[in-house]
């Protein structure tokens, strides 16, 4: 192996400033709604899947905030375990203690309530420095941006699902986020 490929695998996964301000996404996600919350529920229980210890994750805005903990009290209200709730800033230095703290209880699943921008970069610790799996992580409607693939990089995401604001459901697939209609409309269950 040469020095610069040894190098390009042990240095930080941390997301260039170029790319960040190329993104401009706005940095406080909207507040979550009871259709979002339902159908992020919804995904977790789905016929088959067997979840019940999680892991919640949330920026430290309001919004994300607040849908953690409306996640954290349904989730329990429903006889599910949520094993640690972990937040983190916008812009840090390192990811790398959230992204351990995640991920050291061994969930069945992770939750995300958080802005892009510094998901993005959490997600990166997580896949370079975690057995983190983006596959068995569900997040609320902000983290379904069509540009979070692209800034979190090459399979980093490919997998995570969430809800949307009207209760239908988003999926990542590699570089592209699927969006799909509330179950009514299309009659899929979540």
Known sequence: ????????????PLISTMDMTAYGAP????????????????LLTEQGKRIGT?????????PSRAAAEAFTVTWESCGGTVLTVVDWPESAASWLRPA?????ALPDAWVMAAAPLGFAQ???????????????????????DPGLP?????????????ATA?????????HSVTVFPPAAESGRTP
Do not use: C, I, N
């Not at 999680?54 to 309001?62: C, K, N």
């Not at 692209?150 to 969430?162: C, K, M, N, P, V």
């Not at 009207?166 to 590699?174: I, K």
């Open 166 to 174: 009207d209760g239908g459901s988003w999926e990542v697939d590699h």
């Open 100 to 104: 351990v703290r995640l991920t050291a």
């Open 1 to 12: 192996m040469d020095v610069r490929k040894e190098w390009r695998q042990h240095r930080s």
């Open 122 to 144: 959490l997600a990166r610790r997580l896949r370079h420095s975690t057995d983190w799996d983006p596959a068995r992580t569900y997040a609320f409607a902000a983290l379904g």
């Open 150 to 162: 692209a800034l979190a990089g090459d399979r980093t995401l490919h997998g995570l699902r969430g």
């Open 54 to 62: 999680v892991a919640v994750g949330h920026s430290r805005d309001e």
């Open 27 to 42: 940095l406080v996600p909207a507040h979550h709604t009871a259709a979002e919350l339902t159908t992020l529920v919804g």
